[in-house]
T-cell receptor, first 113, second 107 residues
Framework: DAGVIQSPRHEVTEMGQEVTLRCKPI?????LFWYRQTMMRGLELLIY????????DSGMPEDRFSAKMPNASFSTLKIQPSEPRDSAVYFC???????????FGQGTRLTVV | KNEVEQSPQNLTAQEGEFITINCSYS?????LHWLQQHPGGGIVSLFMLSSGKKKHGRLIATINIQEKHSSLHITASHPRDSAVYIC?????????FGSGTQLTVLP
């Protein structure tokens, strides 16, 4: 298996633009997570899906952020409109179950100018 | 006080040295994770443990549930071990992360 695949690896966008980050989890994993990593706050959980259903989105910072998982092999994290403070590395991770090891993607480094 | 504390924050070692990174936590947990983040940014899960000890190659992770403490050991360290090592506690759904330990192994 190729592991968790994220795209793009790097994204630079202007403030106000819409940004869409993509994630393909490991086949057979039924839990998917979106994390954000910044220097100030470290790694933070944004949202957690189980069997394609959002279970906990309490970490989503505000309404500008939305995440979808239309099927078991694909998820998106969208920021609309983007702001410079959204600049961070966004990680997607998947796991086979609720209390099991999480496997991380390579991350998307987002820069909003 | 942070729920997950790592020490040291930065560690520089010579190749071949035995390295220990510590993690203390104040919350109840179902499991503790050790993650490795390389300079390129990718995160790799090294261990998930809820008791005792696990070993993988030159890496050893131990946990003491009563003392709420875990250690990550690297034997015969190598420059390619240079990375940030992150301790995280909880389930994958509710991971609380430490701030990480920056390890640099010099040749």
């Amino acid at each position: 298996d190729a592991g968790v695949i994220q795209s793009p690896r790097h994204e630079v966008t202007e403030m106000g633009q819409e940004v869409t980050l993509r994630c393909k989890p490991i086949s057979g994993h039924n839990s998917l997570f979106w994390y954000r990593q910044t220097m100030m706050r470290g790694l933070e959980l944004l949202i957690y899906f189980n069997n394609n259903v959002p279970i906990d989105d309490s970490g989503m910072p505000e309404d500008r952020f939305s995440a979808k998982m239309p099927n078991a092999s694909f998820s998106t994290l969208k920021i609309q409109p983007s702001e410079p403070r959204d600049s961070a590395v966004y990680f997607c991770a998947s796991s086979p179950g609720r209390n099991t090891e999480a496997f991380f993607g390579q991350g998307t480094r987002l820069t909003v100018v | 006080k942070n729920e997950v504390e790592q020490s040291p924050q930065n560690l520089t070692a010579q190749e071949g040295e035995f390295i220990t990174i510590n993690c203390s936590y104040s919350v109840g947990i179902s499991a503790l994770h050790w993650l490795q983040q390389h300079p390129g940014g990718g995160i790799v899960s090294l261990f998930m443990l809820s008791s005792g000890k696990k070993k993988h190659g030159r890496l050893i992770a131990t946990i003491n549930i009563q003392e709420k403490h875990s250690s990550l050991h690297i034997t015969a360290s190598h420059p390619r071990d240079s990375a940030v090592y992150i301790c995280a506690v909880g389930s994958a759904r509710q991971l609380t992360f430490g701030s990480g330990t920056q390890l640099t192994v010099l040749p």
